[in-house]
């Protein structure tokens, strides 16, 4: 289970990361917090899949937001 929450919590934040950063561009400013951001969510990613036992598969990351979802909720 922490191994989705690795996964999910880094696509959140490489999300908002990205968002940051076209934000940043837009009001013309440097985009620091959303290159930490998107660092961040990718280093999480990265480590999810590092550490899931077994092969790593598109399929793993829909299960990975539905467990944490489900987790969540119940």
């Known amino acids: 289970m922490a191994v989705d ?5 880094g696509l ?5 990361g990205i ?3 076209a ?3 837009a ?3 440097r985009p620091r917090s959303g290159f930490v951001l998107t660092l961040l969510g990718a280093g999480l990613i ?3 899949f590092y550490l ?3 092969p790593a598969a598109p399929g793993l990351i829909a299960e990975a937001v539905i467990h944490v979802l ?3 909720v119940n």
Do not use: N, Q, S
Not at 5 to 9: D, E, G, R, Y
Not at 12 to 16: I, P, R, T
């Open 46 to 48: 990265g480590g999810g």
């Open 5 to 9: 929450l690795m996964l999910v919590a």
């Open 52 to 54: 899931h036992p077994g």
């Open 12 to 16: 959140v934040l490489a999300g908002f």
């Open 27 to 29: 009001d013309e400013r």
């Open 23 to 25: 934000g940043a561009y």
């Open 70 to 72: 489900a987790r969540i």
């Open 19 to 21: 968002v940051l950063i």
